[in-house]
């Protein structure tokens, strides 16, 4: 698992978190995790792959 920072909604505030890479079906990459304050499901879009 890799570190990045995203926006949690319930929090509103930027947050590193512990997630994984994903690719969505439209081709898109994106870094999910956990927010680790309060638990909630963390997205963060990343560039496309080269």
Same mark, same amino acid.
């Given at each position: 698992?890799?570190?990045? /920072? !995203?926006?949690? #909604?319930?929090?509103?505030?930027? =947050?590193?978190? /512990? !997630?994984?890479? #994903?690719e969505?079906?439209?081709? =898109?990459?994106?870094?999910?995790?956990?927010?680790?304050?309060?638990?909630?499901?963390?997205?963060?879009?990343?560039?496309?792959?080269t």
């Amino acid at each position: 698992m890799a570190s990045y /920072e !995203g926006y949690c #909604v319930k929090c509103r505030e930027k =947050r590193q978190f /512990e !997630g994984e890479e #994903v690719e969505f079906p439209n081709g =898109r990459r994106a870094a999910q995790g956990i927010c680790p304050t309060c638990g909630t499901k963390m997205n963060r879009i990343l560039g496309k792959k080269t």
